[in-house]
């Protein structure tokens, strides 16, 4: 399916972007040169009755990517939360893709449920409503349990979605694989690595079992948590395109005037989702990778309920120390440390100066600080960051997408609470918190304890390891040099374990 006729749906996508007036728009909002406006509208305009119409009704960006398809309608609800690189005007227009798109046929809902669980929803249910929202994927029914009276949100995939989403994933593999034949000096992103990253994100959030688990996880996180509240899955009305979890009654986060209404201080609510992101990446390793304003209400205590559990990330205890030691040196404004991480982690290659890239690193920090928050352009900070990136030779990390674009989501959110937030400030106590925990002297003997115990579940097998070691030894030849300073490194591997495992048990006595 990666094969050249994809070269059509790429075309199609220039396409209706020209056709629905859309191109004009994108090209404005961002600022584009008078070369690039020139150059887009004369490939665009031969190709224009290719572009799919769309609904006529809908402002330009949002009625082409409504008609490209789900996986264009996923890069627009991330936009939605940037007014800082798109500005406020497509900012509100975008944020209509998160849960106003038109909705499928209640009846194709039901008979979906009906399916997914064996059981008939007029006996499950004393009440079943049409959509009350309509996202990329899945369209929310609100419910109430015939046996118990409780309200509960019913969430269906969209009929065909999984095709749909494998049609444009193609488009895009093969879209990546030209970029690597045609833009060798754009390889250092590793675009196909990004897009394979970008489909199994993909392939989980469209199997709702993979959701449930996600759900059950997440709230098993962050139970002891003050300002959260996570809805609870019910797994017996839940299957691969049919989850049932417990109705949230709140305010929508987008909603700025009803918060005001309500009573609710936004400048808080702001800060506390960045703090939450930030705590579960760095304490949990796992987080909500997709929290537009779509999927975060305020319940009336003040608490920020969190759902729509299909994108997660998860990053490893090593990626997490690293993450906060680089926003640490960073809320610190020391550039040096910035660098040296990143050189200790492998991120930029090890023949390239780290004074110079510190000093590059300065000069993408230093304009944050003392700037008024709401002078801060996003945009310019990302591409002299990746001009940066470019010079340095560093590689797109893809187990670290995720985390990255979900943190310019969180901050977007933010920011439509409160403008004059603050990132650093509110992520200083997160971060500090983190670091005193994870790399001092007591996570120092956390990772000794952690490493014995594993070094325990081979201790039965230690002796015959290292007799086996030592006649393999004796019955060789004297080894030439490079191979003596293998074996030597071995005897020091096996001396540490050792001595770890020796550690362990005098604390264990």
Do not use: C
Request: net charge neutral; proline share 5%; glycine share 8%.
């Amino acid at each position: 399916m990666r094969g050249p006729h994809n070269i059509f749906r790429l075309i199609r996508t220039g396409a209706t972007f020209e056709r629905t007036g859309a191109m004009a728009v994108v090209l404005d909002a961002l600022g584009a040169p008078t070369s690039l406006r020139i150059a887009a509208r004369m490939l665009g305009w031969p190709f224009r009755w290719l572009g799919v119409r769309g609904d006529p009704a809908l402002p330009p960006v949002v009625r082409a990517l409504t008609a490209l398809g789900p996986a264009y309608i996923k890069f627009g609800q991330v936009l939605s939360t940037r007014p800082d690189i798109v500005g406020q005007e497509m900012a509100d227009q975008l944020r209509y893709l998160q849960d106003r798109l038109p909705p499928f046929d209640i009846d194709e809902a039901k008979a979906s449920f009906e399916l997914e669980t064996g059981l008939k929803v007029d006996e499950v249910f004393s009440a079943f409503s049409e959509p009350v929202a309509a996202a990329s994927i899945a369209q929310v029914h609100r419910a109430r349990l015939a046996d118990t009276g409780a309200e509960v949100a019913v969430k269906v995939l969209r009929p065909g979605i999984e095709r749909a989403f494998q049609k444009d994933i193609d488009a895009f593999y093969f879209a990546a694989r030209t970029v690597d034949i045609l833009a060798p000096f754009a390889r250092r992103l590793r675009p196909m690595d990004v897009i394979a990253h970008f489909e199994g994100v993909v392939l989980g959030e469209l199997d709702l079992r993979l959701e449930s688990s996600a759900a059950s996880e997440f709230a098993a996180n962050t139970e002891r948590d003050k300002g959260i509240a996570v809805p609870r899955v019910l797994w017996a009305l839940s299957g691969r395109r049919v989850m049932t979890l417990d109705w949230a009654d709140g305010i929508a986060l987008a909603d700025n005037a009803a918060l005001d209404a309500a009573g609710h201080d936004r400048r808080a609510l702001g800060a506390k989702v960045l703090e939450l992101f930030l705590s579960h990446a760095l304490r949990d390793g796992f987080f909500h990778a997709d929290m537009h304003q779509g999927n975060l209400k305020v319940a009336a205590n003040g608490d920020v309920i969190i759902y729509d559990f299909g994108i997660m990330g998860r990053i490893d205890e090593y990626t997490r120390r690293v993450y906060a030691e680089i926003l640490m040196g960073f809320i610190r404004r020391d550039y040096h440390r910035v660098a040296e991480v990143h050189f200790e982690a492998g991120y930029v290659p090890a023949d390239r100066d780290m004074d110079e890239f510190a000093r590059a690193l300065r000069a993408v920090g230093e304009p944050i600080f003392g700037m008024e928050a709401n002078r801060i352009s996003m945009a310019r900070l990302l591409a002299y960051l990746f001009e940066v990136t470019e010079r340095f030779g560093m590689q797109t990390r893809t187990e670290l997408i995720l985390l990255q674009r979900t943190m310019v989501v969180v901050e977007g959110v933010a920011r439509s609470l409160d403008p004059n937030i603050n990132i650093w400030s509110v992520a200083r106590p997160v971060v500090e918190s983190y670091i005193s925990s994870h790399l001092g002297p007591v996570a120092l003997l956390r990772d000794l304890t952690r490493t014995a115990r594993v070094l325990g579940r081979f201790g039965p097998r230690l002796p015959g390891m290292m007799e086996r070691l030592l006649i393999a030894q004796a019955d060789a030849p004297p080894p030439p040099r490079p191979a003596r300073l293998r074996w030597r490194l071995l005897w020091a591997i096996g001396a540490l374990a050792l001595a770890v495992l020796a550690f362990a048990l005098g604390r264990v006595s």
